[in-house]
Structures are given as C-alpha cells and as structure tokens.
C-alpha cells in the first residue's frame, strides 16, 4: 500500500538553525498538509497546500515557517531559525482530495533543537 | 476553540473485551475521523464519519456521531493486544472556509493485555 515518508526520522539543531523536513506525499495525492505534536500534547495543525500555494495556515505557522513543493514528488517545510519551542515531532499528511477524505500520515520527524 | 476532547484518557481493558472511546467537539462538522497512533509512529486512518452519517462499521470498529450532543464515539469490539495504541479524533470543519484542516483532540490511550 503507498504511503507517506518523511525524513530524517530524527533532527537535532541548534537553537537559531535553519532545518528542511522532508516528505514524499503519495503520488496520485493532490492535498498536502503539516502538522505537528510538542511531547504529551495534541497534534496541531500547522499548514495545508494545494495546486503549488499555501490554502490555509495556522497561527504557529509564522514568517519563520515556509513550505514548498520543489519537484513534483517532495514537499519540504522549512524553519529558517530554530526556537527551542520548535522542538516537536512533525508529520506530513497527504490527501487525494480536499473534501471528505481521509489524510494519510507519514511516521513523522522527530525535531530537537539544543 | 477546542475541538475532539476524548475520554477517557486512558483505558486499560482485557484481550477479547470491547473497548469504547468517546469524543465530543464544540462546534458544527463536516465529518469526524479517528485516527490510531502507535507508539513513536504517525497517525494511521481508520474511520471517517460524515455529518448526515450516524452509524459506521469498519471490520471490528463501530463509530457513532451524534451531531445534536456533538459527540462520537469509537467501539472495538473482541480487542487483542495488537490493538494497543493511542485514538484520537478529529474534526474538519471546512465549511468555515479554507481548506480542509483536521483539529484533534488529546487522544485515549488504550491498552488490551493478553
């Protein structure tokens, strides 16, 4: 079964680095999405992107963050300078279409920053 | 606002037994989804529900919802051990505008023993 998947599994930075997660959505998915979960709490919602832009972002999800898609198949989210409360686990989750459908996740980045 | 409080938060049953999670979210929804999480891995897709739904099987998985209380509830029926995991819920709201965007709640944490 295709699915989602995300790299590295693990990123340590320093505070003030700039870090690129990686995913590889599934092919025939059109819906691209991040979210992440900070240790013991919900998963959050950071961005989605469709049709090569940016359709919705959440307040987290600041001039610090970015998004893009480079070559058809990855999807990269880039933090251009770590805070400590970046660290997270973040996960990339894909969909065949934006209404009424189920969001497949990849196993996520776990993300610390020093 | 928040959405997708789950409970109990943590449910402790015996291999074989019927395990139930409940959901409740504050305001109206396109559709509900639960969402399984082994540990240290992503968010594995098992039901999506949709507002005008009310009952939904899915092998051993049962999902209610119950848009006048605003609450959904997940049955696994004849647990086994491998059904160990965190549930959680979550709702989109896409009629509210933009894309769609799944908000979750805090998760059950269910564990069967054999």
């Known amino acids: 079964e295709p699915e989602v998947t995300q790299t590295p599994s693990h990123q340590v930075t320093q505070m003030g680095q700039e870090v690129i997660l990686r995913c590889v959505p599934i092919?025939?998915?059109?819906?691209f999405y991040w979210y992440r979960q900070i240790l013991g709490q919900k998963v959050e919602f950071l961005v989605s992107?469709?049709?090569?832009?940016?359709?919705?972002k959440s307040e987290i999800f600041d001039d610090q963050f970015s998004v893009e898609r480079p070559d058809g198949s990855n999807f990269t989210l880039k933090i251009r300078s770590t805070k400590l409360e970046d660290s997270a686990m973040y996960f990339c989750a894909s969909s065949v279409a934006g209404r009424d459908q189920p969001q497949h996740f990849g196993d996520g980045t776990r993300l610390s920053i020093l | 606002s928040q959405q997708g409080e789950e409970d109990p938060q943590a449910l402790s049953i015996q291999e074989g037994e019927n395990a139930t999670m409940n959901c409740s979210y504050k305001?109206?929804?396109?559709?509900l989804q639960w969402y399984r999480q082994n540990s240290g891995r992503g968010l594995v897709h098992l039901i999506l529900?949709?507002?005008?739904?009310r009952e939904k099987h899915s092998g051993r998985l049962r999902v209610t919802l119950d848009t006048s209380k605003k609450s959904s509830s997940l049955l696994i029926t004849a647990s086994r051990a491998a059904d160990t995991a965190s549930y959680f819920c979550a709702t989109d709201s896409y009629f509210q505008g933009g894309s769609e965007k799944l908000v979750f709640g805090k998760g059950t944490k269910l564990t069967v023993n054999p």
């Open positions: 305001t109206s929804i396109n559709n």
């Open positions: 092919s025939n998915h059109l819906y």
């Open positions: 992107f469709y049709n090569n832009e940016i359709s919705e």
């Open positions: 529900i949709r507002s005008n739904e």
